[in-house]
């Protein structure tokens, strides 16, 4: 597999395929990492910090697995800074951090896609997920105080596994050992794992009235 060099850019976030991701660029070397991808249209690699903050200070430790991210929309600012939209595209690990430019992290790193192995135990994980996923949703749209979009569930298992990462409101730890799975079928079990045990959380708070709500939740 291919290997190369991708700026990182370390987050108190877990992106993946498919999923948008709105930031506002206000650092001087977050200013000339993202000026770089404009020139060049390159990618960035979304990183989740392991260690450190996201803003000033010393460069943060990141997690080995993350997704790069293309950017789709761009709002200029005063004073070089800029809010931009971009996209989640393919996973990747990395294999090395260079530090050495030291304004922003850069990584060596291959790209690490879901393997299928077995197209059967793939197509039979995603149709028992699947209605847990809806079941999910509607739950949500009925605990109160939240703004929640449906959107299109996908027949392919990979979309729908990644979209049913995006949309399950779990800690971020959970969140990355979810990116770092290696095969489809591995991940939507674990996901379905997730999905029945969150399920059984949201109506258990449904059937208590004086429970806090949850607040308002968008998949985009």
Request: charged share 20%; glycine share 6%.
């Amino acid at each position: 597999m291919s290997v190369y060099e991708l700026p990182l850019f370390p987050l108190n976030t877990v992106l993946f395929p498919g999923m948008p991701l709105q930031l506002h660029i206000f650092e001087d070397r977050y200013k000339k990492m993202i000026n770089l991808c404009l020139e060049r249209s390159i990618p960035f690699g979304v990183v989740l910090i392991d260690r450190g903050s996201e803003a000033y200070g010393s460069l943060a430790e990141p997690k080995d697995i993350g997704c790069t991210a293309q950017i789709i929309e761009t709002q200029p600012l005063t004073d070089g800074r800029m809010n931009i939209v971009a996209l989640g595209q393919e996973r990747f690990r990395t294999i090395m951090v260079d530090r050495r430019k030291a304004l922003y992290l850069n990584g060596i790193i291959e790209l690490f896609p879901l393997q299928d192995a077995n197209k059967d135990a793939v197509m039979q994980a995603g149709d028992r997920l699947k209605p847990w996923l809806k079941k999910y949703l509607e739950v949500l749209t009925t605990t109160g105080g939240v703004d929640l979009e449906v959107p299109q569930i996908p027949g392919d298992p990979q979309a729908l596994a990644y979209l049913a990462a995006i949309a399950l409101q779990v800690p971020n730890r959970e969140k990355q050992e979810f990116l770092s799975i290696e095969t489809t079928s591995h991940l939507l079990i674990r996901l379905l794992d997730g999905y029945q045990r969150e399920v059984a959380i949201l109506k258990a708070l449904q059937a208590n009235p004086d429970t806090q709500k949850i607040g308002s939740f968008s998949i985009n």
